[in-house]
Protein backbone atom coordinates (compact mmCIF):
# COMPACT_ATOMS: atom_id res chain seq x y z
CA UNK A 1 0.00 0.00 0.00
CA UNK A 2 1.10 3.30 -0.95
CA UNK A 3 -0.38 5.22 2.17
CA UNK A 4 -1.53 4.32 5.32
CA UNK A 5 -4.79 3.13 4.56
CA UNK A 6 -7.68 2.79 6.78
CA UNK A 7 -9.56 -0.64 7.86
CA UNK A 8 -13.06 -1.07 9.59
CA UNK A 9 -14.28 -4.57 10.76
CA UNK A 10 -18.19 -5.24 10.25
CA UNK A 11 -19.25 -7.84 12.72
CA UNK A 12 -23.31 -8.76 12.64
CA UNK A 13 -24.39 -10.48 15.55
CA UNK A 14 -27.90 -11.90 16.84
CA UNK A 15 -27.82 -13.83 20.02
CA UNK A 16 -24.25 -15.01 20.20
CA UNK A 17 -22.10 -13.39 23.09
CA UNK A 18 -19.66 -16.00 23.65
CA UNK A 19 -19.18 -16.28 20.37
CA UNK A 20 -19.24 -12.59 19.59
CA UNK A 21 -15.80 -12.56 22.32
CA UNK A 22 -14.09 -15.19 20.21
CA UNK A 23 -14.21 -13.10 17.21
CA UNK A 24 -13.39 -9.82 18.82
CA UNK A 25 -11.42 -10.98 21.03
CA UNK A 26 -9.40 -12.45 17.57
CA UNK A 27 -9.32 -8.91 16.15
CA UNK A 28 -8.14 -7.08 19.29
CA UNK A 29 -5.15 -9.58 19.55
CA UNK A 30 -4.58 -8.75 15.58
CA UNK A 31 -0.71 -7.41 15.05
CA UNK A 32 -1.59 -4.91 13.03
CA UNK A 33 -4.67 -2.77 14.71
CA UNK A 34 -7.63 -2.18 12.77
CA UNK A 35 -9.25 1.81 12.90
CA UNK A 36 -12.34 0.64 13.47
CA UNK A 37 -14.65 -2.37 14.73
CA UNK A 38 -18.47 -2.27 14.32
CA UNK A 39 -20.54 -4.67 16.00
CA UNK A 40 -23.95 -4.18 14.34
CA UNK A 41 -26.41 -5.99 16.80
CA UNK A 42 -29.46 -7.50 14.47
CA UNK A 43 -31.73 -7.08 17.61
CA UNK A 44 -30.77 -9.73 19.86
CA UNK A 45 -32.95 -10.95 22.50
CA UNK A 46 -30.61 -9.49 24.99
CA UNK A 47 -28.44 -6.84 25.03
CA UNK A 48 -24.96 -7.71 24.24
CA UNK A 49 -22.69 -4.80 25.14
CA UNK A 50 -21.07 -3.96 27.49
CA UNK A 51 -18.16 -6.68 27.20
CA UNK A 52 -15.96 -6.08 30.55
CA UNK A 53 -12.82 -7.23 28.15
CA UNK A 54 -12.82 -4.67 25.73
CA UNK A 55 -14.07 -1.89 27.78
CA UNK A 56 -10.68 0.13 26.77
CA UNK A 57 -10.91 -0.69 22.89
CA UNK A 58 -11.68 2.89 21.48
CA UNK A 59 -12.24 1.63 17.83
CA UNK A 60 -14.81 -0.55 19.28
CA UNK A 61 -18.54 0.53 18.36
CA UNK A 62 -21.63 -1.18 19.18
CA UNK A 63 -24.87 -0.14 17.23
CA UNK A 64 -28.15 -2.27 17.87
CA UNK A 65 -30.55 -2.48 15.45
CA UNK A 66 -34.40 -1.34 16.02
CA UNK A 67 -35.86 -4.37 14.89
CA UNK A 68 -34.87 -7.87 13.52
CA UNK A 69 -33.89 -7.92 9.91
CA UNK A 70 -30.71 -9.97 8.74
CA UNK A 71 -27.60 -10.18 8.68
CA UNK A 72 -27.08 -8.86 4.84
CA UNK A 73 -29.24 -4.82 6.58
CA UNK A 74 -26.40 -5.32 9.51
CA UNK A 75 -22.86 -5.53 7.39
CA UNK A 76 -24.55 -2.75 4.63
CA UNK A 77 -25.48 -0.42 7.86
CA UNK A 78 -22.36 -1.36 9.47
CA UNK A 79 -20.33 -0.18 6.16
CA UNK A 80 -22.54 2.99 6.19
CA UNK A 81 -21.76 3.85 9.60
CA UNK A 82 -17.81 3.57 8.88
CA UNK A 83 -15.79 5.93 7.96
CA UNK A 84 -12.42 3.77 6.79
CA UNK A 85 -11.32 3.26 2.75
CA UNK A 86 -11.76 -0.80 3.43
CA UNK A 87 -14.04 -2.78 4.97
CA UNK A 88 -13.38 -6.77 5.98
CA UNK A 89 -16.13 -8.58 7.43
CA UNK A 90 -16.27 -11.24 10.01
CA UNK A 91 -18.97 -12.87 10.91
CA UNK A 92 -20.21 -13.76 14.69
CA UNK A 93 -18.96 -17.05 14.91
CA UNK A 94 -16.09 -17.05 12.87
CA UNK A 95 -12.58 -15.43 13.77
CA UNK A 96 -8.97 -14.56 12.40
CA UNK A 97 -5.80 -15.83 13.42
CA UNK A 98 -3.57 -13.16 15.05
CA UNK A 99 -1.58 -11.80 11.55
CA UNK A 100 -4.42 -11.93 9.58
CA UNK A 101 -5.03 -8.28 9.12
CA UNK A 102 -1.31 -7.88 8.49
CA UNK A 103 -1.13 -10.82 5.85
CA UNK A 104 -3.70 -9.25 3.95
CA UNK A 105 -2.59 -5.50 3.86
CA UNK A 106 0.79 -6.56 2.23
CA UNK A 107 -1.45 -7.06 -0.92
CA UNK A 108 -3.92 -4.30 -0.55
CA UNK A 109 -4.22 -1.11 -3.46
CA UNK A 110 -5.18 2.21 -3.45
CA UNK A 111 -7.69 1.18 -6.20
CA UNK A 112 -11.12 0.31 -6.44
CA UNK A 113 -11.37 -3.48 -5.51
CA UNK A 114 -12.30 -6.65 -3.41
CA UNK A 115 -10.05 -9.10 -1.67
CA UNK A 116 -10.86 -12.47 0.01
CA UNK A 117 -8.17 -15.86 0.96
CA UNK A 118 -8.57 -19.03 1.85
CA UNK A 119 -10.13 -20.15 4.87
CA UNK A 120 -9.80 -23.21 7.53
CA UNK A 121 -13.05 -24.82 8.48
CA UNK A 122 -12.89 -25.98 12.27
CA UNK A 123 -14.57 -28.75 13.40
CA UNK A 124 -14.55 -30.44 16.94
CA UNK A 125 -11.52 -28.13 17.59
CA UNK A 126 -9.36 -29.30 14.78
CA UNK A 127 -9.06 -26.23 11.75
CA UNK A 128 -7.96 -27.86 8.46
CA UNK A 129 -7.44 -25.55 5.07
CA UNK A 130 -10.60 -25.50 2.79
CA UNK A 131 -9.55 -25.41 -0.77
CA UNK A 132 -10.31 -23.33 -3.09
CA UNK A 133 -9.52 -23.85 -6.95
CA UNK A 134 -7.34 -20.47 -7.81
CA UNK A 135 -9.63 -17.48 -9.18
CA UNK A 136 -8.03 -15.92 -12.25
CA UNK A 137 -9.17 -12.46 -14.04
CA UNK A 138 -11.88 -12.88 -16.63
CA UNK A 139 -13.74 -16.01 -15.10
CA UNK A 140 -17.40 -15.98 -14.74
CA UNK A 141 -17.87 -15.63 -10.76
CA UNK A 142 -21.30 -17.83 -10.60
CA UNK A 143 -19.48 -20.57 -11.90
CA UNK A 144 -16.11 -20.40 -9.86
CA UNK A 145 -18.39 -20.25 -7.08
CA UNK A 146 -20.89 -23.39 -7.79
CA UNK A 147 -17.40 -25.51 -9.30
CA UNK A 148 -14.78 -25.66 -6.94
CA UNK A 149 -14.39 -22.29 -5.55
CA UNK A 150 -14.53 -21.08 -2.14
CA UNK A 151 -15.08 -17.27 -1.09
CA UNK A 152 -16.21 -16.82 2.27
CA UNK A 153 -17.60 -13.32 3.68
CA UNK A 154 -15.43 -13.41 6.80
CA UNK A 155 -12.48 -13.89 4.41
CA UNK A 156 -13.81 -10.55 2.55
CA UNK A 157 -11.89 -7.11 2.31
CA UNK A 158 -14.23 -4.82 0.14
CA UNK A 159 -13.02 -0.95 -0.76
CA UNK A 160 -15.74 0.68 1.06
CA UNK A 161 -16.83 2.88 -2.01
CA UNK A 162 -17.32 0.15 -4.71
CA UNK A 163 -18.60 -1.71 -2.05
CA UNK A 164 -21.50 0.90 -0.82
CA UNK A 165 -22.23 0.61 -5.04
CA UNK A 166 -23.14 -2.83 -4.63
CA UNK A 167 -23.90 -3.69 -1.22
CA UNK A 168 -25.24 -7.40 0.21
CA UNK A 169 -29.10 -8.08 -1.15
CA UNK A 170 -30.54 -7.44 1.45
CA UNK A 171 -33.70 -9.87 0.65
CA UNK A 172 -31.74 -13.03 0.44
CA UNK A 173 -31.22 -15.46 3.72
CA UNK A 174 -29.09 -18.07 1.86
CA UNK A 175 -26.27 -17.42 -0.40
CA UNK A 176 -25.83 -13.94 0.00
CA UNK A 177 -22.10 -14.34 -0.14
CA UNK A 178 -22.35 -15.93 -3.41
CA UNK A 179 -24.69 -13.34 -4.67
CA UNK A 180 -22.73 -10.51 -3.29
CA UNK A 181 -19.57 -12.08 -5.00
CA UNK A 182 -20.80 -12.01 -8.34
CA UNK A 183 -22.09 -9.18 -8.78
CA UNK A 184 -19.73 -7.58 -7.77
CA UNK A 185 -17.28 -8.90 -9.88
CA UNK A 186 -19.19 -7.67 -12.69
CA UNK A 187 -18.75 -4.22 -11.63
CA UNK A 188 -15.23 -4.07 -9.98
CA UNK A 189 -12.38 -6.92 -9.40
CA UNK A 190 -11.44 -9.29 -7.07
CA UNK A 191 -7.90 -10.74 -5.88
CA UNK A 192 -7.52 -13.91 -4.24
CA UNK A 193 -5.07 -13.39 -1.71
CA UNK A 194 -2.05 -15.97 -0.85
CA UNK A 195 -3.20 -16.02 2.74
CA UNK A 196 -4.91 -18.84 4.96
CA UNK A 197 -6.19 -17.34 8.38
CA UNK A 198 -9.74 -17.42 8.53
CA UNK A 199 -11.56 -19.73 10.69
CA UNK A 200 -14.92 -20.70 9.95
CA UNK A 201 -16.74 -22.71 12.81
CA UNK A 202 -18.83 -25.79 11.40
CA UNK A 203 -19.72 -27.54 14.40
CA UNK A 204 -20.36 -31.06 14.28
CA UNK A 205 -23.92 -30.25 15.51
CA UNK A 206 -24.64 -27.72 13.13
CA UNK A 207 -27.64 -26.93 11.38
CA UNK A 208 -26.98 -25.47 8.05
CA UNK A 209 -29.59 -22.51 7.14
CA UNK A 210 -31.35 -23.40 3.97
CA UNK A 211 -33.93 -21.26 2.27
CA UNK A 212 -35.31 -22.13 -0.88
CA UNK A 213 -36.81 -19.03 -1.98
CA UNK A 214 -33.10 -16.94 -1.46
CA UNK A 215 -31.15 -19.83 -3.62
CA UNK A 216 -33.51 -19.92 -6.52
CA UNK A 217 -33.18 -15.49 -6.93
CA UNK A 218 -29.75 -16.63 -6.76
CA UNK A 219 -29.96 -18.87 -9.39
CA UNK A 220 -32.49 -17.21 -11.32
CA UNK A 221 -30.29 -14.06 -11.23
CA UNK A 222 -27.06 -15.52 -12.77
CA UNK A 223 -29.36 -18.45 -14.90
CA UNK A 224 -27.77 -17.16 -18.20
CA UNK A 225 -24.00 -17.60 -16.84
CA UNK A 226 -23.92 -20.92 -15.49
CA UNK A 227 -22.34 -23.73 -17.40
CA UNK A 228 -24.70 -26.59 -17.99
CA UNK A 229 -23.03 -28.95 -16.64
CA UNK A 230 -22.72 -27.07 -13.26
CA UNK A 231 -26.37 -25.88 -13.36
CA UNK A 232 -27.95 -29.23 -13.64
CA UNK A 233 -25.30 -30.77 -10.54
CA UNK A 234 -26.41 -27.65 -8.48
CA UNK A 235 -30.57 -27.89 -8.87
CA UNK A 236 -29.84 -32.09 -8.35
CA UNK A 237 -28.47 -31.31 -5.28
CA UNK A 238 -30.72 -28.33 -4.01
CA UNK A 239 -33.80 -30.55 -5.31
CA UNK A 240 -33.03 -33.40 -3.86
CA UNK A 241 -32.16 -31.48 -0.43
CA UNK A 242 -35.29 -30.07 -0.01
CA UNK A 243 -37.92 -33.26 -1.44
CA UNK A 244 -36.22 -34.81 1.73
CA UNK A 245 -35.82 -31.86 4.04
CA UNK A 246 -38.17 -29.21 3.27
CA UNK A 247 -42.05 -27.93 2.37
CA UNK A 248 -43.80 -28.93 -0.38
CA UNK A 249 -43.01 -25.30 -1.55
CA UNK A 250 -39.72 -25.51 -0.93
CA UNK A 251 -39.08 -28.20 -3.70
CA UNK A 252 -41.69 -26.71 -5.62
CA UNK A 253 -39.75 -23.63 -6.19
CA UNK A 254 -36.60 -25.92 -7.56
CA UNK A 255 -38.73 -27.58 -9.97
CA UNK A 256 -40.12 -24.81 -10.91
CA UNK A 257 -36.49 -24.08 -12.57
CA UNK A 258 -36.62 -27.30 -14.85
CA UNK A 259 -38.15 -26.59 -17.69
CA UNK A 260 -36.29 -24.09 -18.47
CA UNK A 261 -33.31 -25.93 -18.29
CA UNK A 262 -35.12 -28.31 -20.22
CA UNK A 263 -32.95 -28.58 -23.03
CA UNK A 264 -29.96 -30.04 -21.12
CA UNK A 265 -31.56 -32.82 -19.70
CA UNK A 266 -32.11 -36.28 -20.94
CA UNK A 267 -35.40 -37.91 -20.00
CA UNK A 268 -34.22 -39.81 -17.37
CA UNK A 269 -32.89 -36.45 -15.68
CA UNK A 270 -36.12 -34.47 -16.31
CA UNK A 271 -38.22 -37.10 -14.97
CA UNK A 272 -36.25 -37.49 -11.68
CA UNK A 273 -36.81 -33.45 -10.57
CA UNK A 274 -40.47 -35.02 -10.07
CA UNK A 275 -40.26 -37.83 -7.34
CA UNK A 276 -44.04 -36.81 -6.67
CA UNK A 277 -45.42 -37.97 -9.76
CA UNK A 278 -46.41 -41.14 -10.51
CA UNK A 279 -44.47 -43.78 -13.09
CA UNK A 280 -47.03 -44.04 -15.50
CA UNK A 281 -48.10 -40.25 -15.34
CA UNK A 282 -44.39 -38.92 -16.07
CA UNK A 283 -43.86 -41.68 -19.09
CA UNK A 284 -46.93 -40.50 -20.88
CA UNK A 285 -47.87 -36.58 -19.84
CA UNK A 286 -44.37 -36.10 -18.22
CA UNK A 287 -42.81 -37.24 -21.82
CA UNK A 288 -44.83 -35.28 -23.97
CA UNK A 289 -44.23 -31.71 -21.91
CA UNK A 290 -40.37 -33.29 -22.26
CA UNK A 291 -40.91 -33.43 -25.76
CA UNK A 292 -42.47 -29.72 -25.53
CA UNK A 293 -40.03 -28.02 -23.47
CA UNK A 294 -37.04 -29.53 -25.79
CA UNK A 295 -38.65 -28.41 -29.02
CA UNK A 296 -39.63 -24.87 -27.67
CA UNK A 297 -36.11 -24.31 -26.79
CA UNK A 298 -35.00 -24.78 -30.43
CA UNK A 299 -37.22 -21.84 -31.61
Request: proline content about 3%.
Given at each position: MTRKSTLAVVIPVHN?????TRALRSVYQQTLPVDEVWVMDDASDAELFPLEEFKEWSAL???RLESKSNANVARNKGAHLS???????????????????????????????????????VRSG?????HSK???????AVNF???????????????????LN?????????????????????????????????LVHWEENRKATRDARSEMIFIDRFVSEIEPRVLKRYLRMQYDYFYLNGTPADYKLHQ?????????LTFSEFKSFYKERSILYLNTIGFLTFLLLRLKGKF
Open positions: RREELHYHQSDYIAFLDSDDEWEVDYIEQCKKHLKPIQGAYFSQSKIAANPKEWREGMILLDGGFAQTSSFIVDRVSFVQFDEQLKRHQDFDFFARYAKAYHWQQLPVCAVAMVPRIAGM
